[in-house]
Structure formats: C-alpha cells, structure tokens
Nanobody, 118 residues
Framework: QVQLVESGGGLVQAGGSLRLSCAAS????????MGWYRQAPGKTREWVAT???????NYVDSVKGRFTISRDNAKNTVYLQMNGLKPEDTAVYYC????????????WGQGTQVTVSS
C-alpha cells in the first residue's frame, strides 16, 4: 500500500519560514520523481516544485529564490523549505510521487495546510 504523509504545515507570519516533509512508503522512492503542489481556496491545484531521481530541481517562477525542494532517499522523504513566505503562499500543499515505467505510477498525499498571515 502506497502512502505519502505530509507534515510541517501551520500558521506563520509573512516573511517567516516553514519546512514541509513528505514521508513515502510502499514505493521504491529513489525511482520516483517527487513534487510539491498547492491549492488555494477557490483555485485549481498548482505545481510548485519538482526534484528528479538524479537530484535536478525546477520551481514555479513565483517561488524561485524562496523555496527549496530536496530529497533524502535513505529516509524516503522529500522536503520543501519555504522562506520569505507571503500571504499568497497560503494553500494546502500536496506531495506527489510520479514514475513512468511502462505504465504511469502517480500518487498523492493528503495535504498539509500552510497559512501565511499579513
């Protein structure tokens, strides 16, 4: 059974920092591209950042220079360090595990709430 469990969300003032974690089980973690997405109230889910199996990363423009995605394959965990948080970063943040190997393997966590007050 595949599980992605996010943690680390919460309430923070603008300019503050949070570190999200996503612990994976039931998959060969090192074979998966890992990503973070977010969904603000009334909006569609938005891609935030990706870390590939070899460690390369990409970010949506709105978080570049503020957020850092990383992975620890020994711990089956992906992180999102969020600095310089803004009220517009308020959303539910979701962890994603993706692999294309003959078929598509695409898994989601349950989400963790991040609220940034002004």
């Amino acid at each position: 059974q595949v599980q992605l469990v996010e943690s680390g969300g919460g309430l923070v003032q603008a300019g503050g920092s949070l570190r999200l974690s996503c612990a994976a089980s039931g998959i060969r973690f090192s074979f998966y591209r890992m990503g973070w997405y977010r969904q603000a109230p009334g909006k569609t889910r938005e891609w935030v950042a990706t870390v590939r199996t070899e460690g390369s990363t990409n970010y949506v423009d709105s978080v570049k220079g503020r957020f850092t995605i990383s992975r620890d394959n020994a711990k089956n965990t992906v992180y999102l360090q969020m600095n310089g948080l803004k009220p517009e970063d308020t959303a539910v943040y979701y962890c994603n595990a993706y692999r294309l190997f003959g078929t598509t393997y695409d898994y989601w966590g349950q989400g963790t709430q991040v609220t940034v007050s002004s």
